[in-house]
Every structure is written in C-alpha cells, then in structure tokens.
C-alpha cells in the first residue's frame, strides 16, 4: 500500500494519469469539495497539474509515518501525513509548505492490485517559504 501512495505522489507531480490508482467509483474528499469516478478524479488532477505548469510551478509530495490498519480482508485504512512543496515560476525562488494529514481506503482487489477506494485530504498548516537571502535581505540581520 505504500507503494500505491508513492506511485500517487509520483504521478502528480509529473502529469502522469491517476486514473487507474482508482477504484471506479472512489470518492476524494478535499477542503474543495468531493469529487466521484475514477474519470473525474483524474480529470480534477491533470486539470491542477495543467494550470501549475502553465504558471511555471514545481510541487513535490510525499506521504510519511504510513500507518495501515486492516478494516477486512481485502479493504484497509491508510493513514499518512502529506508533505507538499510548492516553487514559484517566477524565478523569485518562493515557494509554500503544506503539511496535513491523508486518509485512505484502499482495496485489493480481485486482480491483485490495490486501489484507492477514497481518499481524504485534510491540509493542518500551510507555511510561506522565502529564499534566505532574500529574508535576510527583507529583515536587515
């Protein structure tokens, strides 16, 4: 299951299709809003991915302290924190830090792949990231 929400992370942050991480009919919560299908939850990430690399952004996830609980034989509880870094296209260097937490479950299903059944997004803080120099600069030490 670790290796499905790096392929995830992976994915995202080159452009690459999610569709098929996904169950058919998986639900994504996020503070936006939900978002039902395996199509639409796809076409949601490859639209986020479009406008970032239009703009000239960069981000990179990564899940940590994965925690899996088994729910029944075949369906699981994943647990994990989310770490986003965001960088600017301006060439400003800026850039933003999201931590929060991720909530998943994920099936094994019949063709022995695991698959996100829903996946819950609950961003905890969100940080501004400046260059050191430049908030030298800004501060005057």
Known sequence: MSTLL????FRIDCGEPIGDLFQENALLHT???????????????AAVFE????????????ALDVRVRAINSNRFEV????????VNGTQDGTGSLLIGD???????????VYR????KLSPALEFSLTPKERATRA???
């Open 79 to 86: 647990r994990s924190l989310l770490l986003a870094f965001a």
């Open 116 to 119: 996100f059944a829903e996946r």
């Open 139 to 141: 501060t005057g030490d």
């Open 102 to 112: 991720q909530i998943d479950v994920v099936e094994l299903e019949t063709d022995g």
């Open 31 to 45: 503070p936006r809003g939900e978002t039902r299908g395996r199509g639409a939850i796809a076409e949601l990430f």
């Open 51 to 62: 406008s970032r690399r239009r703009a000239g952004n960069v981000s990179r996830h990564s």
């Open 6 to 9: 790096v392929e995830f992370t």
